[in-house]
Nanobody, 123 residues
Framework: QLQLVESGGGLVQAGGSLRLSCAAS????????IGWFRQAPGKEREGVSC???????TNYADSVKGRFAISRDGANMVYLQMNSLKPEDTAVYYC?????????????????WGQGTQVTVSS
């Protein structure tokens, strides 16, 4: 069974931090670009951050630059460190993996997607 499982979400006060984890099972991520996405209530899904298969290239949405950091550890773990959280960061966060593209903007429903983890930032 091929799947991605996110964890680490929860309720945090504005200014706090969370670290999200994405674990792959049934396959390894050695040749995959990994992206973190989020969807807030009533809004479209938004790309947050992306990391290359080697970990040597990353990018971030302007809204999270300087606050979030994506990283990889081994063949099946990816993390999103989220600092200085704001209420507008509240969303369901998804990780996704693609062997087709290096660009987060090119991810499609045909790529591997997790079920999401809820992040709620209180004011």
């Amino acid at each position: 069974q091929l799947q991605l499982v996110e964890s680490g979400g929860g309720l945090v006060q504005a200014g706090g931090s969370l670290r999200l984890s994405c674990a792959a099972s049934g396959f390894t991520l050695n040749y995959h670009t990994i992206g973190w996405f989020r969807q807030a209530p009533g809004k479209e899904r938004e790309g947050v951050s992306c990391i290359s298969s080697s970990g040597g290239s990353t990018n971030y949405a302007d809204s999270v630059k300087g606050r979030f950091a994506i990283s990889r550890d081994g063949a099946n773990m990816v993390y999103l460190q989220m600092n200085s959280l704001k209420p507008e960061d509240t969303a369901v966060y998804y990780c996704a993996a693609s062997s087709r593209t290096y660009y987060c903007s090119d991810f499609t429903p045909g790529d591997y997607w997790g079920q999401g983890t809820q992040v709620t930032v209180s004011s």
